[in-house]
């Protein structure tokens, strides 16, 4: 496959992953940017809006936009087969999120990771978007605006692959060692501690996550558990099956409104953290959007 794809940004209502209220598409064809694209989507969970600062969406603007079933639909029209590209795997996220919540058969899209690229040949001191885009050069862009972010994706995997001299997809992705696509079936077994990654020796340790001891409850829409596992231990924090006296970080996957809610039933995990920070220990509870946003650091 030669230099075609298509590179995606969603922009989000709220704190849930599938409030998708807009979608951004910049084709490349044969290693040349041919059109970007994007527009309003009518959010699955309704017009709650909270991240309004960030990208000037709110409820007036998805009046009337396309439903999420309608938004998949022309996100295949414009792919015809050909990989969709994200800078982080939060827009996979959003995808599965906005499925599942619609009742959506996900389509067979190939869903790869700029940020895998930019981290592994790049080594910045942070690999937000703004601060990739500074380092090669490329255009100032509206950042948030969703055809804008999907561009200057398009624009640093280009640049990638221009400066390791490839031609196809494949190749460029081959550059990361072990690379996978994320597409592998979600299914989760038990472990034991022996057999938990162990934290990087060569890791960062001006990154957020190093020396942190990391658990994970519920379920993740951007990463499998055991793939989360493994990126954690890979900027150097431990990673704990259960909430301990020595856990630091607790993960949330699945959460939604209620989940914090007076009354609300929560996991085992969420509840024993809880316990733990009452009774003085320094252990933070993040949401899986938080978790994204270290991630990018």
């Known amino acids: 496959m030669p230099l075609n794809f298509v590179a995606i940004d969603f922009e989000t209502a709220n704190f849930?992953?599938?409030?998708?209220?807009?979608?951004?598409?910049?084709?490349?064809?044969?290693?040349?940017?041919?059109?970007?694209?994007?527009?309003?989507?009518?959010?699955?969970?309704?017009?709650?809006?909270?991240?309004t600062y960030l990208h000037g969406i709110g409820p007036d603007q998805v009046v009337g936009a396309p439903s999420w079933q309608e938004t998949v639909q022309r996100i295949s029209q414009?792919?015809?087969?050909?990989?969709?590209?994200?800078?982080?795997?939060?827009?996979?996220?959003?995808?599965?999120?906005?499925?599942?919540?619609?009742?959506?058969?996900?389509?067979?899209?190939?869903f790869l990771d700029a940020l895998a690229l930019v981290r592994h040949h790049c080594q910045l001191p942070s690999n937000k978007l703004l601060l990739v885009i500074q380092h090669?050069?490329?255009?100032?862009?509206?950042?948030?605006?969703?055809?804008?972010?999907?561009?200057?994706?398009?624009?640093?995997t280009l640049r990638l692959a221009q400066q390791l001299a490839v031609e196809t997809i494949e190749e460029l992705w081959a550059s990361v060692p072990a690379r996978k696509r994320n597409n592998r079936p979600r299914t989760r077994t038990y472990q034991k501690k022996a057999d938990l990654p162990q934290p990087s020796s060569v890791a960062d340790p001006e990154h957020p996550l190093f020396g942190e001891v990391v658990c994970f409850s519920g379920d993740l829409d951007s990463f499998t558990r055991s793939e989360a596992?493994?990126?954690?231990?890979?900027?150097?924090?431990?990673?704990?099956?259960?909430?301990?006296?020595?856990?630091?970080?607790?993960?949330?996957?699945?959460?939604d409104p209620a989940t914090l809610r007076p009354g609300a039933t929560l996991s085992s995990k969420i509840q024993r953290a809880q316990e733990l920070a009452a009774g003085g220990q320094p252990i933070e509870i993040v949401?899986?959007?938080?978790f994204m946003e270290i991630l990018t650091f």
Request: charged share 15%.
């Open 16 to 51: 849930d992953r599938a409030s998708v209220c807009a979608v951004g598409l910049t084709q490349v064809v044969d290693g040349r940017i041919t059109r970007t694209e994007s527009w309003f989507v009518n959010p699955p969970t309704g017009p709650n809006f909270t991240n």
């Open 78 to 110: 414009v792919t015809k087969g050909n990989p969709l590209i994200a800078y982080s795997p939060f827009d996979k996220g959003v995808y599965n999120a906005a499925n599942s919540l619609t009742g959506t058969p996900p389509s067979n899209f190939d």
């Open 136 to 156: 090669f050069g490329l255009p100032v862009f509206d950042h948030h605006e969703a055809g804008a972010d999907s561009l200057a994706c398009a624009q640093i």
């Open 229 to 255: 596992q493994t990126i954690v231990a890979s900027f150097g924090a431990a990673v704990s099956g259960n909430v301990t006296k020595k856990t630091s970080l607790v993960v949330m996957g699945g959460f």
């Open 287 to 290: 949401t899986e959007q938080t």
